[in-house]
């Protein structure tokens, strides 16, 4: 099983930045895909889950405004995209697999800088 996420990212603030996890070893379909991601203010984060059997989406409400969920089936990929970054969205930004709240897998971790 791998978990590959796209390299890293540099933003201004308002900007926005979309996150890549491409699954590998396993059926894509039987499977959550959650995004958590660890900031120096806020320290680890769940960011939220999509369901890739039905494109189902669950943000945290402290995303849900500025948080978009996207799957690509032919690929297994699926991405995450933050809308109206600012600074504090610094961070590493991490997919993990998961089933009955458990996470198993982990992506290697995108960086994510929002600076002027």
């Known amino acids: 099983v791998q978990l590959v996420q796209s390299g890293a990212e540099l933003r201004n603030p308002g900007a926005s930045v979309k996150v890549s996890c491409k699954a590998s070893?396993?059926?894509?379909?039987?499977?959550?895909i959650d995004w958590v991601r660890q900031t120096p203010g806020q320290g680890l984060e769940w960011m939220g889950r999509i369901d890739p059997d039905d494109v189902a989406t669950k943000p945290a409400r402290k995303f849900q405004d500025r948080l978009t969920f996207t799957v690509e089936i032919a690929t297994s990929t699926v991405y995450v995209e933050l809308s109206s970054l600012t600074s504090e969205d610094t961070g590493v930004y991490y997919c993990?697999?998961?089933?009955?709240?458990?996470?198993?897998?982990w992506g290697q971790g995108t960086q994510v800088t929002v600076s002027s």
């Open positions: 993990a697999r998961s089933r009955s709240g458990d996470y198993d897998y």
């Open positions: 070893g396993y059926t894509f379909s039987t499977y959550y």
